[in-house]
Structure formats: C-alpha cells, structure tokens
C-alpha cells in the first residue's frame, strides 16, 4: 500500500523578446537529472504561487522574471514504490516575461538554465508536462522522480484519524 502525498507547484512558460524559451536541465540532486523543464518549483505552505514561480525561476536562472498570468493548471499522479508514495502534483503553468543571459543557477537541483528556441526544445528530452505546456509532441516518457521531492514543497500534517494530509489544492 502507498501513503497519498500532494504537492502544489509553479512553473512558467518564459519568454525573452526574441521569442525563446527558458528552460532549466535538472541536477544529480534531483529525482529525474538531465531532464529539462520549465522553471518552476514547490509553493510553500501560505505562498502565492504566483510568488512562488517568480523565487523559483531567480533561483534556477538567475533571472527576475515578470510573470503575466496562468496559461494552464494541469496534474498527474505517480506510484514511487520504492518510497511507498502515491505523488498527485497539481501543477500552476504561467507565462512570464525576462531579459539578459541566465546565469548560473542557485538550486542545487538544477545544473544548467539556458534561452532555446521551440526547434531547440522539441529536440530535448523534456517532462512531459513541459512539452505540453510548449505544444511540443513527446520526446520520452515521464520518468518517475527516484526520490520524493525535498520540503517545503510538502506540508505533512497528523490528522486525527491517524493518516498523514498535506496542503490543499482546490479549483473553483
């Protein structure tokens, strides 16, 4: 049997005025490293996504990115049976605005941030979740993460009826 965990996460789709994208490679540290994705991360407990997606791309780009609004909130739930965890993401996509080189960046989970064109994307093996986000056909199946994603991205509380909850995410 496998412990239910939430997380909530926002990522954006990042433009420069050259109409490329910004897209971050994930480390060794991470739970899928070489994969590239979106800049994006866990939104931590009392966080508007929003701030969330902008401290998350800094952090991996060394960019400040002008977030405009939400392009798309999608979800996917993984089985980790190593960990014995169900993980349901529930995923915030915006889109958001920048200028200048990214530079080196400041998450240990992320080893290389870079601008690329949609051509250059579609030729990477991206999450699946940033290929749609992208309209790019799939390159690879989505690797399930060899590791349960680090706090805060998770708030685990004791409810009284002895199961472990994390934060809530609702859709109005």
Same mark, same amino acid.
């Given at each position: 049997?496998?412990?239910?965990?939430?997380?909530?996460?926002?990522?954006?789709v990042c433009t420069d005025h050259e109409d490329r994208?910004?897209?971050?490679?994930?480390?060794?540290?991470?739970?899928?490293?070489?994969?590239?994705?979106?800049?994006?991360?866990?939104v931590w407990h009392g966080e508007h996504p929003q701030?969330?997606?902008?401290?998350?791309?800094?952090?991996?780009?060394?960019?400040?990115?002008?977030?405009?609004?939400?392009?798309?909130?999608?979800?996917?739930?993984?089985?980790?049976?190593?960990?014995?965890?169900?993980?349901?993401?529930?995923?915030?996509?915006?889109?958001?605005?920048?200028?200048?080189?990214?530079?080196?960046?400041?998450?240990?989970?992320?080893?290389?941030?870079?601008? +690329?064109?949609?051509?250059?994307?579609?030729?990477?093996?991206?999450?699946?979740?940033?290929?749609?986000?992208?309209?790019?056909?799939?390159?690879?199946?989505?690797?399930?993460?060899?590791?349960?994603?680090?706090?805060?991205?998770?708030?685990?509380?004791?409810?009284?009826?002895?199961?472990?909850? +994390?934060?809530?995410?609702?859709?109005?």
């Open positions: 049997m496998t412990e239910p965990l939430r997380r909530v996460a926002a990522y954006t994208v910004l897209l971050v490679r994930e480390s060794d540290r991470s739970g899928t490293p070489g994969v590239w994705t979106l800049p994006g991360g866990g701030q969330a997606v902008a401290r998350e791309a800094a952090d991996e780009s060394a960019l400040a990115v002008e977030v405009d609004g939400v392009l798309d909130v999608v979800a996917d739930v993984r089985v980790l049976p190593a960990q014995r965890v169900t993980l349901h993401t529930d995923r915030i996509i915006y889109t958001a605005q920048a200028s200048g080189e990214p530079g080196g960046p400041v998450s240990p989970k992320v080893d290389q941030a870079r601008w +690329v064109t949609h051509a250059e994307a579609a030729a990477l093996q991206l999450r699946p979740f940033a290929a749609n986000a992208l309209k790019l056909p799939l390159t690879a199946v989505d690797l399930p993460p060899e590791r349960v994603p680090d706090l805060p991205s998770f708030l685990i509380t004791e409810h009284p009826d002895g199961r472990r909850r +994390v934060q809530r995410f609702a859709a109005y």
